[in-house]
């Protein structure tokens, strides 16, 4: 792949590994969001486990209700370099993957911010992600061992969505974008809330790489020191090309970067170029721009505070909107949508895995004796299939609730919603994705989702529901 596809982390956002895997919006939405991260209870599972086993592959499948926790409220918080800036502004703070981060803020509603994302441009805080650099002449061949991506016909300054992979079983370790800077370096970052596990699966891949190929085939380093934003919305780009120093934006396209210096206010350029990628989790056009700290370590608020300068434009926008606009656009979130219990077949991600790597001949991957079968023959060795839904009028299907068949009177769970709510830019129409048994997947099937013990109707939905706007070379 040449260019990161249309989803993200979070690409934040299942499948089951085998056949035998066991198997109008409300203004207080956003609390609701905050409510389902935040609830704190002894028999609450904590992120990765689950209170009952999981028919059908959801990462944290259990009685409806049950919530996955982002952090414990007696774990420190880490704060982003913007932190100050949040609360300037008003932001109501959270923890979310390990870190104190903005819900939304005083002067939007959650419904306000997320359509102001469709309509103009937003800023989010996305510092609280991990950025990598893998560098050195086994680069190329270690990412193509965890990952099932073609990096090798990745060009210089793009990107593809990829995913990080279990040894042998293929599961879902983490999703995540991978640049290819040069030859032999690739950027590339993943979910805040998988940091301990992702670390210690990458360290484990890479000593061993190294015991056989020598101490000096890779580098590799975590870039705390530098931020990273997202300015997202149809009006990003003529925000940042306002701003940006010798580069033409119109020639910077999706799953695209390029290095680029920014005047600020006073007139001096940035003292070092920012890393800029036309990508997004949004489904808009925008930029994700990784700020260096190196010479300047209030860059990212001096960045950041120069793109909000006309507030007729820009405003911040926190994880409430995020989440929103990210589920409309069919992006799945770690977590609630996949997870180590899933490969990417099953989780409709089998896109991910490079044609060339299909090969059952070709250099294996973590997983490809498992993920290959799956995508020669998914009715065969798939028990279920991530999909869309809209659902009917009423209380919104959230994570947890279980599907049925509509003709079952013993509400016999057939699949489970992953992420629901009403959709901000479809006037409150209930949407959600989730997992159900293969052949019920197919567009336009009818199934029932149980919601307050109650079954409702739930139409299986090809995503996403808006229109994504990524900016593309004109055909």
Request: proline share 7%.
């Amino acid at each position: 792949m040449s260019a990161v596809q249309p989803l993200r982390r979070g690409l934040h956002l299942v499948a089951s590994r085998s056949v035998a895997t066991s198997g109008p919006l409300a203004a207080n939405a956003s609390v609701q969001l905050f409510a389902r991260q935040q609830r704190t209870s002894s028999r609450l599972p904590a992120v990765g486990r689950s209170l009952a086993p999981r028919p059908w592959g959801a990462p944290a499948l259990s009685q409806q209700g049950a919530v996955r926790h982002y952090a414990s409220p007696s774990t420190p918080l880490r704060k982003t370099q913007l932190y100050d800036l949040h609360v300037a502004h008003g932001g109501k703070m959270v923890p979310f993957g390990g870190f104190s981060m903005p819900l939304q803020y005083s002067d939007l509603s959650h419904v306000e911010s997320h359509m102001w994302t469709r309509e103009k441009a937003s800023v989010f805080d996305v510092s609280h992600m991990v950025q990598h650099q893998l560098s050195g002449p086994g680069a190329m061949d270690l990412l193509m061992k965890v990952t099932p991506s073609s990096l090798d016909k990745l060009k210089e300054n793009t990107s593809t969505l990829s995913c990080l992979l279990e040894d042998g079983t293929g599961g879902i370790v983490d999703d995540c974008v991978i640049t290819r800077r040069s030859g032999d370096t690739f950027y590339f970052v993943t979910n805040a809330g998988r940091r301990d596990e992702d670390l210690a699966f990458l360290e484990a891949e890479i000593s061993a790489y190294k015991a056989t190929h020598g101490p000096d085939s890779l580098k590799w380093e975590i870039l705390e020191d530098r931020g990273l934003i997202a300015l997202q919305g149809p009006q990003a780009a003529s925000v940042l090309q306002a701003v940006a120093v010798d580069t033409d934006l119109s020639t910077l396209y999706f799953g695209n970067c390029r290095e680029i210096h920014l005047t600020l206010p006073g007139g001096e350029q940035t003292a070092e170029p920012l890393l800029v990628s036309r990508t997004g989790y949004t489904g808009e056009d925008g930029f994700e721009i990784s700020i260096p700290t190196a010479k300047d370590a209030s860059l990212p608020q001096k960045v950041t505070e120069l793109l909000l300068a006309d507030p007729a434009k820009v405003r911040l926008a926190g994880l409430a909107a995020r989440d929103s606009l990210r589920l409309e656009a069919g992006m799945c979130l770690y977590g609630s949508d996949i997870s180590t219990s899933q490969t990417p077949p099953g989780a409709s991600l089998g896109w991910v895995v490079g044609k060339d790597r299909r090969d059952p001949a070709a250099k294996p991957f973590n997983g490809a004796a498992s993920i290959r079968p799956q995508l020669a023959s998914p009715a065969k060795t798939l028990s279920q299939r991530r999909v869309g839904f809209t659902v009917e009028k009423g209380p919104p299907a959230r994570e947890g609730a279980f599907l049925v068949d509509l003709n079952d009177e013993s509400r016999t769970p057939i699949g489970v919603i992953t992420s629901g709510l009403p959709s901000p830019s479809l006037g409150g129409t209930n949407i959600a994705m989730g997992y159900v048994k293969n052949g019920m997947h197919k567009k336009g099937t009818e199934v029932g989702v149980v919601v307050r013990n109650k079954v409702r109707k739930a139409v299986v939905t090809a995503m996403p529901w808006v229109e994504s706007k990524f900016y593309r070379p004109k055909a």
